[in-house]
């Protein structure tokens, strides 16, 4: 599995007398079993990024590269694309429409055109491996809670058994208990099954704790691309984007300056209580 | 997706036509269209000529836009087009096989693509310099007399707005449905006619249970501001006329005064 971006740009209506440079010479490689966050303030072109990884966009400029053969070319299979880098969206009421959430898990492997025992033994698998008990599987999805709609949600594009998993804002709009389970699954999920995740989204402190590599966007442009640590030791170029580090690296920024000989790259809660406790010990 | 649907496009700027009270736009669209169906001959469609190239002009609005919003209706006029040329009875001026062009089939042909060209050209500049919103402030005005029949005026014109500024939102939302469920394979362009009826399944259920959350939503957030319909109700931007609006009701006289004579005395 390889994706690439080549000097990718996109202009969103190009031809209006209000032309967007929603992307501008993007170079980007997504390497395999990678746990990657994506984040950026509104409007810095995550989205149109995303989209441009599995095909629902292609670039005005460059080429994305799907294990070396660009995704616009006319052999390229956009279905088997797609069920390769698997999508899914922030909004789980956008893609829920059958009867059942088993019905609608089966939507996928459907179109994949695969024999009904193989669509059976994926959506069990994909169900199972989101954490969507087997009660609810006859229910309707829209009867759902809003958590357990977004993990239907995921289930029904890793039904597909994608090579790389997208998820645009997964936790946007649940309480910290559910927005806890789901990133702790999708963390089960990269462990357990070494598939490459990109994970869009606004909580630095999720992004902390979980992956691997942070990409940071502003204004189509991709400003870092690192790890968590190195990412967040801007701290003043962040908040000039409109975005943050964690709260807990604020505070070691902030007892280093009192005088306590705390490192400042620190980025989650466990790690800062270590710190500190080293260097409170005589 | 959204690029295909310019009916009742609003086009940003700020010429005298967009600054014009939507009530003098609405009766000048209706008095244009009078004074174009009473034209029967040269002089008649010059007058609407003149009228409407003045009207484009002051509009400010590229003529691009106008002309886009005559492709939908191009296969209308074709076939109108196509049916007076033949169909018409009278002097044969050139046959081909058993289809005969005649001397007044080819002059009803004209006047019809003129009229259907000039009428389309009229109502969209209306609609391109007057705001959605606009358009049902000035209807509900001009209809609000048949208030005293009982008519629910103020309601339909609410439902008019409401359903014009969820168009925006739909497609919006239909888009995003689109993308999601093509994201998990699905195709909306392929397979026979029964393939691509159930093809849209996946996108009109999600689309309706949005639309109708959206509805119940918009209910309980007018009712939590108290609306209960059009009685006292007062506006924000009332709409009031200025010397340009009297200016253009004057226009207006003169255009269907002018149509009248030109029909009674040429």
């Known amino acids: 599995m390889s994706l690439e971006f080549k000097d990718v740009s996109y202009i969103y209506d190009a031809d209006s007398n209000i032309p967007v440079n929603a992307l501008k010479d993007i170079n980007l490689e997504i390497k395999e079993g990678v ?13 149109t990024l995303v989209q441009h990884m599995n095909g629902l966009m ?81 229910l309707s999805p829209f009867e759902l809670s809003g958590g357990q709609k977004r993990r239907v949600a995921i289930a029904g ?28 699954q999708i963390k089960l999920l990269h462990e357990s099954r070494r598939i490459t995740i990109v994970l869009v989204s ?13 990409i940071v966007m502003n204004k189509g442009c991709i400003e870092y691309n690192d790890t968590p640590a190195n990412v967040f030791r801007h701290v003043e170029e962040l908040e000039e984007m409109g975005l943050s580090a964690p709260m807990v690296t604020y505070v070691m920024r902030k007892l280093r300056s009192l005088g306590l000989p705390v490192k400042d790259d620190v980025i989650t809660v466990s790690e800062a209580a270590d710190e500190i406790e080293q260097a409170l010990r005589p | 997706m959204k690029e295909r649907i310019t009916l009742g496009q609003y ?18 669209t209706i008095i244009y269209i009078a004074a174009l169906f009473m034209a029967g001959n040269v002089w008649g469609y010059l007058l609407a000529t003149v009228f409407l190239v003045t009207v484009i002009v002051l509009s400010e609005v ?28 009278g002097e044969v001026l050139y046959s081909v096989w058993k289809l005969k062009i005649t001397r007044e089939g080819l002059y009803i042909a004209v006047t019809m693509a003129i009229r259907l060209v000039y009428l389309i050209m009229g109502s969209n500049i209306m609609t391109l310099t007057t705001t959605p919103n606009g358009l049902t402030d000035g209807l509900e005005s001009l209809l609000s007399p048949l208030k005293v029949l009982h008519a629910p005026v103020h309601e339909v014109a609410m439902m008019m707005s409401i359903a014009l500024r969820f168009i925006p939102i739909l497609m919006d939302e239909t888009d995003k449905i689109m993308k999601a469920q093509m994201a998990r394979g699905a195709c909306f362009d392929e397979g026979n006619l029964i393939e691509r009826a159930k093809s849209l399944v996946p996108l009109l259920v999600p689309l309706f249970v949005s639309a109708f959350r959206r509805a119940g939503d918009l209910a309980l957030a007018m009712e939590a501001r108290c609306y209960r319909g059009g009685e006292h109700r007062t506006k924000m931007k009332p709409l009031h006329y200025e010397l340009r609006d009297y200016v253009g009701y004057a226009v207006l006289v003169i255009l269907i005064t002018a149509a009248i004579l030109i029909r009674v005395l040429c």
Not at chain 1, 103 to 127: Q, S, T, W, Y
Not at chain 2, 67 to 87: C, E
């Open chain 1, 35 to 47: 746990f990657y966050a994506l984040i950026g303030h509104t409007g810095s072109g995550k989205s």
């Open chain 1, 58 to 138: 292609s670039p005005t400029r460059g080429e994305v590269l799907y294990n070396g053969v660009p995704v616009r070319d006319k052999d390229m299979n956009l279905r088997e694309l797609r069920s390769k880098v698997g999508l899914v969206f922030q909004y789980p009421e956008h893609q829920l429409f059958e009867v059942s959430v088993y019905d609608d898990v089966c939507f996928g492997p459907k179109n994949m055109k695969l024999p009904p025992e193989e669509i059976k033994k994926r959506a069990e698998d994909a169900l199972r491996l989101t954490g969507v008990d087997e009660s609810l599987w006859k």
């Open chain 2, 11 to 28: 086009y940003q700027a700020d010429s005298v036509l967009h600054r014009m009270d939507p009530r003098v736009k609405l009766t000048g």
């Open chain 1, 157 to 184: 594009v890793l039904a597909m058994q994608p090579e790389i998993l997208i998820l645009d804002e997964p936790t946007a709009g649940l309480d910290p208990g559910g927005r806890d389970e789901i990133l702790k």
């Open chain 1, 202 to 214: 606004h909580s630095m402190e999720d992004v902390a704790r979980f992956v691997d590599r942070i």
């Open chain 2, 62 to 89: 590229p003529v691009k836009f106008m002309l886009r919003g005559m492709k939908s209706i191009a296969l209308l006029i074709a076939i109108t087009v196509f049916f007076n040329l033949f169909m018409t009875p």
